[in-house]
């Protein structure tokens, strides 16, 4: 935990109420960016991503497996954190994890899908019921506020029914790891590491995930079936012909952390120990919504998540752009 005096932990809410958060940052406004990539020579691919002070390396390395029964079309990725106990001083002893638990879920909820439906369709039938309810016996303060939640009945209908195109379906393209149906695929083992914790841990880690897969090369394999269906087939690995993975529709995790009555982007320790709750969401470069996940013991309005959703695709593009920009210039520059 950070600890802060009173008089610090006013400066930092009255400084997100005015837009001018202590690092001179607006509310909707990322820190610097750096990515390297290649960092880990013997994973398939790698690197590292710095946002601020926060500093973080995914690795991925890819074995040949065994679809499952019930998706033998599909491949399998599994995504595990560690926390270095040099990161911040809640990761020293047992203490990261727990904390390194917790991002595993979210990053699969919001990478893999998962449970994240679920929550959204909570705040759906909230939402749907709160409308109901204003339109048989609207309070005053409801009544001058009807044409508002029109906008948002509209904005969240549109919303859901993109829900319903997406369900069911991973960021990460699964069918492109199958190598024979049901036979044989490629399991992705994507490790996170934090290395220097100043907030935002989620967000810089689904970013480093993303640019590690785009540095990832999975070996070309050639495969001889035999005359039997029931015989497992031969495979041979190339060790010199691989193919990129295609890292088009894989997100980025941008996280809406709500201070007093507003909500900032990319929060420092600091500004997340002065946090009700947070939103984060998987957001793909078409504005698709991947996931969703929830932190924080305060509740939240639906129409606040709606807007939070939508603050966070509209970010996720310029986050999305400079993320491309930097993976560019870091593979130029192996």
């Known amino acids: 935990m950070v600890g802060l005096s009173e008089g610090e932990k006013h400066f930092i809410r009255g400084g997100i109420a005015q837009d001018l958060r202590t690092d001179g940052r607006r509310r909707l406004q990322f820190r610097a960016i750096s990515v390297e990539t290649g960092v880990i020579p013997?994973?398939?691919?790698?690197?590292?991503?710095?946002?601020?002070a926060t500093e973080v390396i995914a690795t991925v390395k890819a074995e040949l497996g065994k679809p499952s029964i019930?998706?033998?079309?599909?491949?399998?990725?599994?995504?595990?954190?560690?926390?270095?106990?040099?990161?911040?001083?809640?990761?020293?002893?047992?203490g990261s994890e727990e904390f390194s638990a917790e991002l595993c879920v979210a990053l699969q909820r919001c990478l893999l899908g998962g449970k994240s439906g679920a929550v959204i369709k909570a705040v759906?039938?909230?939402?749907?019921?709160?409308?109901?309810?204003?339109?048989?016996a609207p309070l005053p303060h409801e009544k001058t506020k009807r044409r508002k939640e029109e906008g948002n009945r509209s904005q969240a209908?549109?919303?859901?029914?993109?829900?319903?195109?997406?369900?069911?379906?991973?960021?990460?393209?699964?069918?492109?790891?199958?190598?024979?149906?049901?036979?044989?695929?490629?399991d992705l083992y994507i490790d996170g590491l934090v290395v220097s914790s100043d907030g935002n841990l989620l967000d810089a880690?689904?970013?480093?995930?993303?640019?590690?897969?785009?540095?990832?090369?999975?070996?070309?394999?050639?495969?001889?079936?035999?005359?039997?269906?029931d015989e497992e087939p031969e495979v041979n690995v190339s060790d010199e012909e691989f193919l990129q993975f295609d890292t088009s529709?894989?997100?980025?995790?941008?996280?809406?952390?709500?201070?007093?009555?507003?909500?900032?982007?990319?929060?420092?320790?600091?500004?997340?120990?002065?946090?009700?709750?947070?939103?984060?969401?998987s957001v793909n470069r078409h504005g698709q919504i991947r996931g969703l996940?929830?932190?924080g013991g305060a509740?939240?309005?639906?129409?606040?998540?709606?807007?939070?959703?939508?603050?966070?695709?509209?970010?996720?593009?310029?986050?999305?752009?400079?993320?491309?920009?930097?993976?560019?210039?870091a593979e130029a520059a192996e």
């Open 42 to 52: 013997q994973a398939n691919g790698s690197a590292r991503v710095r946002l601020g």
């Open 70 to 94: 019930l998706h033998p079309d599909k491949g399998k990725v599994s995504i595990f954190v560690d926390c270095s106990p040099t990161a911040a001083p809640m990761f020293e002893g047992r």
């Open 124 to 136: 759906w039938r909230a939402k749907a019921l709160h409308t109901r309810l204003n339109a048989i």
């Open 157 to 186: 209908k549109q919303w859901m029914e993109q829900r319903r195109c997406q369900r069911g379906g991973a960021a990460i393209d699964l069918s492109s790891l199958i190598v024979v149906d049901g036979k044989v695929c490629w």
């Open 205 to 229: 880690l689904a970013a480093a995930i993303k640019v590690a897969l785009s540095d990832t090369g999975i070996p070309k394999v050639n495969v001889s079936l035999s005359a039997t269906t």
């Open 249 to 281: 529709s894989v997100p980025v995790i941008v996280t809406l952390t709500k201070v007093g009555k507003h909500y900032i982007v990319d929060a420092t320790s600091e500004e997340e120990s002065q946090m009700s709750s947070a939103v984060s969401v």
């Open 293 to 295: 996940t929830k932190r």
């Open 299 to 329: 509740g939240l309005d639906p129409s606040v998540i709606f807007d939070m959703i939508s603050v966070a695709k509209h970010v996720s593009r310029q986050f999305i752009s400079v993320l491309d920009s930097e993976i560019l210039a």
